[in-house]
């Protein structure tokens, strides 16, 4: 059991004032002429009866306090589950991204994957699904909670999949259509890719409008090359166009020159879409508060009542 208002406990001291009062209270003393005859005399019922008023008015004071300190007991059965953020991963696999450097040694495509799958790692409670493009869009793995499994999927990934080009619009319209009938909370596409649209398709801004009509958020992140390296160059990616997609969806335009810069936007975007995490919790409470009220003020009614009948003490 629980008290949803555990400071109102606090006015059960207005009672001791009470006990205090009826302990210090001295006894009642009638002035008579003579006490001859009254040293047999036995108090009758009503005397006991009315030392007891006191304490019922101290137990009626007890249950109002608690009463408004709204105890409840939880029930089990009716616990839920954490809910988190669904996820599509949108991933350019062209040629682009076996072919060019990203770090010492390693393919972008290399270093994405490795990003992409500590990035799933870290989503306990979230919803993850993949979809790849190039000339087309290919979804390969639906919104799962089994991270093992996208792990592997997404540990082979290659640039022969489809078609050489790099389709943005259709990426985009494959991860919303995953999404489409998701009923979570909270819907984003996380959009990754190292060239400019360059195919006949659905265009990145009919894309992103549907998006917006969708209310699914579309990060985009554009990988390009490290400043200083031989050949360096912003122009591979379309930085303007990315930004307005992300813009006009809600959320926010990311451009990453190392593998490190990678992680550290997919650490940035799980911090935006923090999930509501936490354990299961009680959805569901009993509320005890207005029967311990209920008998609070019956048995303080009852101490009146008959301290002014019954139990009323007799004028002098």
């Known amino acids: 059991m629980s008290f949803a208002e555990p400071w109102l ?35 009758n019922w009503r005397v006991h009866a009315r030392r007891l008023l006191p304490v019922l008015r101290v137990v009626a004071i007890l249950l109002l306090v608690a009463g408004l300190a709204r105890p409840r007991l939880g029930e089990a059965e009716a616990l839920v589950p954490a809910e988190g953020v669904d996820i599509a991963l949108a991933v350019d696999v062209s040629s682009s991204m076996s072919s060019g450097a990203f770090g010492v040694g390693r393919t972008r495509l290399d270093a994405v994957k490795d990003v992409i799958r500590d990035f799933v790692a870290s989503r306990e409670n979230d919803r993850v699904g993949l979809v790849v493009f190039q000339r087309e869009a290919l979804p390969l793995v639906p919104l799962t909670l089994d991270h093992e499994a996208l792990d592997t999927i997404i540990a082979d990934l290659g640039s022969d999949l489809l078609p050489n080009g790099t389709g943005i619009g259709v990426g985009i319209a494959g991860a919303l259509s995953m999404l489409e009938e998701s009923s979570a909370s909270s819907r984003i596409v996380i959009l990754l890719t190292d060239g400019r649209h360059n195919v006949d398709s659905i265009s990145p801004e009919e894309a992103a409008e549907i998006a917006a009509a969708l209310r699914i958020r579309v990060y985009t992140i554009g990988v390009v090359e490290e400043e200083g390296r031989a050949g360096f160059s912003t122009t591979t990616i379309d930085a303007e166009r990315l930004a307005a997609i992300a813009e006009h969806t809600g959320a926010r335009y990311f451009e990453a020159a190392t593998p490190e810069d990678l992680a550290q936007v997919y650490d940035e975007i799980a911090s935006l879409e923090t999930s509501r995490v936490g354990g299961e919790s009680f959805a569901r409470h009993t509320e005890l508060g207005l029967w311990l009220v209920a008998a609070g003020a019956l048995l303080l009614l009852g101490e009146v009542a008959l301290g002014r009948t019954r139990l009323r003490r007799t004028p002098a």
């Open 9 to 43: 406990l606090l006015l059960a001291l207005l009672a001791v004032p009470l006990i205090l009062a009826r302990w210090r209270r001295p006894a009642p003393v009638i002035a008579v002429p003579f006490a001859l005859g009254l040293e047999a005399a036995t108090p």
